[in-house]
Nanobody, 121 residues
Framework: QVQLVESGGGSVQAGDSLRLSCAAS????????MAWFRQAPGKEREFVAS????????YYADSVKGRFTISRNNRENMVYLQIYSLKPEDTAVYYC??????????????WGQGTQVTVSS
């Protein structure tokens, strides 16, 4: 059974940092690109960052460039999203996804349940 489980979310203050983790199991995710998306209340799910299967290539949404860093550890089937200088507008449920290297959600057939990040000013 394919499973992606996110963790590391929480309630923080603006300016704080967080590291989100995604544990993958059930298939060989080292062959998949991985990505993070987020969905804020009342808004569509949006792309945040993606990383190629090897970790060589990364791509970020303009809104998070310079503050977010995606990384992966294929030996441990883990993907991470390091977030610096959190802003209230970063408040959202953050989802981990596995699939093809893209910023389009329909390229990722596997999704986690999400982890909530709440940033207060």
């Amino acid at each position: 059974q394919v499973q992606l489980v996110e963790s590391g979310g929480g309630s923080v203050q603006a300016g704080d940092s967080l590291r989100l983790s995604c544990a993958a199991s059930g298939r060989t995710f080292s062959n998949d690109a991985m990505a993070w998306f987020r969905q804020a209340p009342g808004k569509e799910r949006e792309f945040v960052a993606s990383i190629s299967w090897s970790g060589t290539n990364t791509y970020y949404a303009d809104s998070v460039k310079g503050r977010f860093t995606i990384s992966r550890n294929n030996r441990e089937n883990m993907v991470y999203l390091q977030i610096y200088s959190l802003k209230p507008e970063d408040t959202a449920v953050y989802y981990c996804a596995a699939g093809l290297y893209s910023d389009l959600s329909d390229r990722y057939p596997y999704w986690g349940q999400g982890t909530q990040v709440t940033v207060s000013s």
